[in-house]
């Protein structure tokens, strides 16, 4: 399966604990992005990678929350200190770009975040 | 304002009918626009991308109107399978992506 990778697919977790997602991309895409999404609502940006390069982050990515891209590959997603709120399914994708145009993303299926 | 809003919906027709959806954006500047499909808890997938020219992929129609902002997905002779949230996709040079709250069809037998 050449597509986009992410695990675990579901986690449940209890207030306080802090969880680490990964995203494994397309091999030849250069951007990865992470997205939160809830029910009812579109995907909201949370942040996004060219090669190793963390180049935007939202508003809406609070300091409990990082994000790494070590090698330019697989990325990680980490909320330390979770709180109920933080309950969403967590979409990655990833993106060739050219000259700074994005192209279309293809997404992951997701982490399910449940946090009780 | 948000910077993309699309129809609230929920739309509800029956197989065979002609649907459309909208959607209006906020940023002059965006320069890519995407329409994107997604089935209840599954990821979103790439419907067609929206060029200035208006495309077609056989029932599916994308117009784009720079001067007033706005993107336009047609679907005809709907089918049972077209059930899904449509979600509308704009981003700029260097941008991120910014997606839309997405509007629900569902095609009735």
């Known amino acids: 399966d050449t597509g986009v990778s992410q695990n675990p697919r579901h986690k449940i977790t209890k207030r306080g604990q802090n969880v680490t997602f990964r995203c494994d991309p397309i091999s030849e895409h250069n951007r990865l992005y992470w997205y939160r999404q809830t029910l009812g609502q579109g995907p909201e940006f949370l942040t996004y990678f060219q090669n190793e390069a963390q180049l935007e982050k939202s508003r809406l990515l609070s300091d409990r929350f990082s994000a790494e891209r070590p090698k330019g590959s697989f990325s990680t997603l980490e909320i330390q200190r979770t709180e109920q709120g933080d309950s969403a399914m967590y979409l990655c994708a990833s ?3 050219g000259q700074g145009v ?3 993303q293809y997404f992951g299926p ?3 975040l449940t946090v009780t | 304002r948000k910077e993309v809003e699309q129809d609230p919906g929920p739309f509800n027709v029956p197989e065979g009918a002609t649907v459309a959806f ?6 002059s500047a965006s320069q890519s626009f995407f329409w994107y499909r997604q089935d209840c808890r599954k990821e979103p997938k790439l419907l067609m991308s929206v060029y200035s020219s208006g495309n077609e992929d056989g ?7 720079r001067a007033s902002q706005y993107i336009s997905l047609l679907i005809r002779d709907s089918k049972l399978s077209d059930s899904a949230t449509y979600l509308c996709v704009v981003t ?8 839309g709250p997405g509007t629900r069809l569902s095609v009735l037998p």
């Open chain 2, 22 to 27: 909208n959607c209006t954006y906020s940023n």
């Open chain 2, 92 to 99: 700029s040079y260097g941008q991120n992506f910014v997606f």
């Open chain 1, 102 to 104: 994005p192209y279309e």
């Open chain 2, 59 to 65: 029932r599916f129609t994308a117009q784009l109107n």
């Open chain 1, 110 to 112: 997701g982490t399910r």
């Open chain 1, 95 to 97: 993106s060739l770009s």
